[in-house]
């Protein structure tokens, strides 16, 4: 009885394993059904892309960027053809195994290495990633004879060059490659692919008219990889080329006169603001940037104690000194304060009532009785600091502000500073301190809190040769769009400021002319064998105070605590084209260190205005 209960048990326990296996089979058996269906039917074109897709790929064409010229078409900046050494990520079984051998043979280094790990986040795993940027023709031969790594290609791309090296620098700036920062700053979508984008100056400035518009291809790759046929699906738009105001020929000038010096010289056109030169020295070569530049020439830009990347002419705040002399003047007028025929005694000092301390003229001996357009013409400091104590120094910084002190000039190159034009609220927001009437007699001659930049000077005085038209300057002068005319850019602005009498500007500009024309004008030496006539101002600009009995003797002091020499004007004086600021830092006398450069820009600009006239 137990065998047969035992074999029933068996058999029953054998039936209930069947119906569960199968149960499970059946289970399974739907799984696999609904699977299929889910593969075959509901996700079928997804997936049929997707296979596709192994074999082709959607990739962006990088437009070509716009040119940069000057305004007589110089070419200033282009694009070379040239070759880079590129990575598929999905076509190299073990990356950093290939890099390796990749450098064992000479193609790539360890900068290179470490610049494809940063960069390679900004692609995908299908795109060409560049490891090896500006490949020599004899690498790229090598490479073609001995490739023997799937996934590493030659590609030709567009390199970025500035034929005239390290002139025009501080106005064209650099591209260099995409940082984290710059990924924020552009759309996405159009800079897919895009190595290289503007740093500084006109590349930085108009990135966006510069850079084009991304197009797309379409790319087949065999089993191996290898690309079999490519199709365009949108063609790049190519960027913009520019014309810039700058003149190629002045811009040189004025940079060999202040070659070995630190300095800056501005020239603008005072009928429009047009910007004909910005000049700041010391300069360095933009194309050792393009590629990403070496730790050995980064390094003797960042510890120059001259700090060549600074440009001087936007950036670089001097106090003006006695160039702002004629506007001070001109303050004076419009207030009724003085009249052309106010005269002064300078004995070569100024005392203010009940206080002892003197407030020195440059000039010692003095200059004896002076009336305004004596006291431009020579400089005379005592003048100015009685106009300066009598006007006070509210209404001087509402009079000087006219001429832009104190802002921005809204130039269209980045990092202008503004400068400073101090009043008893600046002074008080700033320094919280009250306003000192001494602190009145120094503004009026250019020193003190007063700084400004070579660029707001030439502005002031191209406004005040244009009696009040005070210009936005500019520099990017048109634009074109390949195969089509070329476009004037509309960007001129331009302010009046409130002229309460005429004359009043016509003196203090007389006042200008004497200082090149005088027998006792500080930049008479000018006038020898002038084709054109001149009006202009000289200044000599303290980087330190000096005590009241202390004589200024340059030679007991270190360099850098020299005085800082300036020149100021415009020309000609009736129909005025160009005005021209000059700053040589810590160079001494603006009369004989600043006016003399000043006169051999100018000469080229009026040679090269007189030879275009012959050959019209």
Known sequence: MDNI???LHEKNLLASRLKLALIFIFLLTLVLLVRIYNLQVVSHEFYQEEAHGNQMRNLPIIPSRGKIYDRNGLLLAANQLTYQLTLTPEKVKNISKTLLELQKNGFINDADIAAYYKNKKRFQKFHNIPIKLNL???????FLVSNQFPGIDIEPYFHRIYPHNASSVHVLGYVSRMNKKDKLLYDKKNYAGTLFVGKVGIEKQYEALLHGQVGVKQIERNVSGRVIDTKIITPAIAGQDLYLSIDLELQKKAESVLKGKRGSI??????NGE????????????????NGISHAKYKILQTSKDIPQLNRAIQGLYPPGSTIKPMVALAGLEE???????????PGYYKLPNVKRKFNDWKRTGHGHVDMKDSIAQSCDVFFYDLANKMGIDKLHDNLTLFNFGSKTGIDIPGEKGGIMPSTTWKKINRNEPWYKGETLIAGIGQGFMTSSPLQLAVATAALANKGQLFQPTLLKATQISGEPIIEAKNKRSKQIPIKNIKHWEEAIDGMRMTIYAPKGTARRLNKGLTYTLAGKTGTAQVFGLDAEEKYIAEKYEEKLRDHALFTGFAPIKNPEIAIAVIVENAGSGSSKAAPLARQVLDVYFNKRSADRLTQ
């Open 5 to 7: 209960s035992n074999t």
């Open 136 to 142: 020599s023709e004899p690498q790229v031969a090598k």
């Open 266 to 271: 501005v020239v603008v056109n005072v009928k």
């Open 275 to 290: 910007v004909l030169a910005l000049v700041s020295t010391p300069v360095y070569n933009p194309n050792w940037f393009v």
């Open 336 to 346: 009724k304060i003085i009249t052309a025929t106010s005269k002064v005694f300078c």
